[in-house]
């Protein structure tokens, strides 16, 4: 079992949508949470960055940690054809290593 | 404030040879990994490096190895290049060890023939 765990999407869906982004982990002692967007051709952008359970919002974008299932989310309101990008969950090994998600590629169309 | 700087963006090598990446972090951190991203196996670990001493390693071979200098700047080296180590190679950086955000560059994309 891969220590996390992405929808590979890709996700295409119409502007204004809310768009919802998951990931599992396996390992309850991860605490540190976070979420890049990638574009293409363009290193990983911080979008997110968590370590407890609940919700934190930054803007359109709202993180989603839920500890007891092992399980978070992104939310992404009123979405915007610039929001088309590939997004990685992550976390944060407690070696200060990260471990990736496979990456959800989402496409917001006009 | 700047970003994380990597160079060169593109290099193209054959196999047996070796190369030779660069990266410098953002300005006050001291933290800097590297990682390669593939579309097979995605974003893995290489390693990582706080004060010119690496702290931690992941799952590759000894041809990659690293180093980081005084000023927090770091190269990542891989000899005997081969065809799978076509990649992107990303570098990034955060302030210090400890659960600090890391952030990245836009890589170097290294094509092997």
């Known amino acids: 079992q891969k220590e996390v765990e992405q929808d590979p999407g890709p996700l295409s869906v119409p502007e204004g949508a809310i768009v919802s982004l998951n990931c599992t982990y396996s390992?309850?002692?991860?605490?540190?949470f976070m979420w890049y967007r990638q574009y293409s051709r363009k290193g990983p952008e911080l979008l997110m960055y968590?370590?407890?359970?609940g919700n934190k919002e930054d803007g359109r974008f709202t993180a989603q940690v839920d500890k007891s299932s092992k399980y978070i989310s992104l939310f992404i309101r009123d979405s915007q054809p610039s929001d088309s990008a590939t997004y990685l969950c992550?976390?944060?090994?407690?070696?200060?290593?990260?471990?990736f998600g496979t990456g959800t590629r989402l496409q917001v169309f006009p | 404030k700047a970003g994380v700087t990597q160079t060169p963006r593109y290099l193209i090598k054959t196999r047996g040879q070796q190369v030779t990446l660069s990266c410098s972090p953002i300005?006050?951190?001291?933290?800097v990994s590297w990682y390669q991203q593939t579309p097979g196996q995605g974003l893995q670990f290489l390693f990582e490096?706080?004060?010119?001493?690496?702290?931690n390693k992941g799952n590759f071979p000894g041809r990659f190895s690293g180093r980081q200098f005084s000023n927090s700047r770091s190269e990542m080296n891989v000899s005997t290049l081969e065809l799978g180590d076509s990649a992107l190679y990303l570098c990034?950086?955060?302030?210090?060890?400890?659960?600090?955000?890391?952030?990245f560059g836009d890589g170097t994309r290294l094509s092997i023939l």
């Open positions: 968590t370590y407890s359970s």
């Open positions: 300005s006050g951190h001291r933290s």
């Open positions: 490096y706080f004060s010119e001493t690496q702290r």
């Open positions: 992550a976390i944060l090994h407690n070696t200060d290593k990260l471990i």
């Open positions: 390992n309850s002692a991860f605490q540190y």
């Open positions: 990034a950086s955060s302030e210090g060890t400890g659960n600090q955000p890391q952030h």
